[in-house]
């Protein structure tokens, strides 16, 4: 176990459904973060949570909602997804800061969970 | 724009030598990191470069040179279990998040 939970670990849903993939961190973390990764693509950056506060948005349709309750939770909610939305979700937690000495931000190591495999039909 | 290379696929044989190489091309860089990946896991942090130079952790040596925007991944004493998927990644875009790379499939033969 990385220290950060997913759940579930894979799920199938019509273009209709309503789900949501949950992640949980334990590592005392201040930032949350999904990814997608497709086959043959890059990760791609989805949501960026700093503090239970979106900081970032890439674009991502509306048919993704994400929350971030509390710094520890993560959610996606999932509604009238295309069949192109299959790939594996992956959530990371990260403690933002400045490497000492240093004023630029720096990474310090992005942990991630072992991901939601999705398959909309 | 802001986009990372990387080649596909490497092969190599156990106990060899490997380096996958990584070209960036970024606005804003701050340093590269290192993620693997094995098959249907997490991706776990390897190394992080934010100066110029050599890193060494163990069997794994990361480099990065910001003039030519260009860094490497070498693993020595290769083996199978090295097999996986090795990204590139830096701090980049809106709000200074990591950007990946496409990735690097590595396999390690007997």
């Known amino acids: 176990e990385t220290g950060v939970t997913q759940t579930p670990r894979h799920l199938v849903m019509g273009m209709t459904n309503k789900k949501s993939l949950k992640c949980e961190q334990h590592l005392g973390h201040n930032a949350m973060y999904w990814y997608k990764q497709s086959a043959k693509k890059p990760l791609e950056l989805m949501f960026v949570y700093s503090l239970e506060e979106r900081v970032e948005n890439n674009s991502v349709p509306s048919r993704f909602s994400p929350e971030c309750p509390n710094s520890s939770h993560l959610f996606l909610h999932l509604h009238t997804l295309q069949p192109e939305d299959s790939a594996l979700y992956l959530c990371?937690?990260?403690?933002?800061?400045?490497?000492?000495?240093?004023?630029?931000?720096?990474?310090?190591?992005?942990?991630f969970g072992s991901g939601t495999r999705l398959t909309v039909v | 724009g802001q986009s990372l290379e990387q080649p596909s696929e490497v092969t190599a044989v156990e106990g060899a030598i490997v380096q996958i190489n990584c070209t960036y091309q970024?606005?804003?860089?701050?340093?590269l990191s290192w993620y693997q990946q094995h098959d249907g896991g997490a991706p776990t942090f390897l190394s992080y470069?934010?100066?110029?130079g050599l890193e060494e952790t163990g069997r794994f040596s990361s480099f990065l040179s910001r003039s030519d925007s260009y860094g490497y991944l070498l693993l020595q004493e290769l083996q199978m279990k090295d097999s996986a998927s090795y990204f590139c990644?830096?701090?980049?875009?809106?709000?200074?998040?990591?950007?990946f790379g496409t990735g690097t499939l590595l396999a390690v033969q007997p």
């Open positions: 970024t606005s804003g860089f701050y340093g």
């Open positions: 470069n934010g100066l110029d």
């Open positions: 990644a830096y701090v980049g875009g809106a709000t200074n998040k990591l950007i």
């Open positions: 990371a937690s990260s403690q933002e800061g400045l490497r000492q000495g240093a004023n630029f931000p720096a990474d310090y190591g992005y942990t």
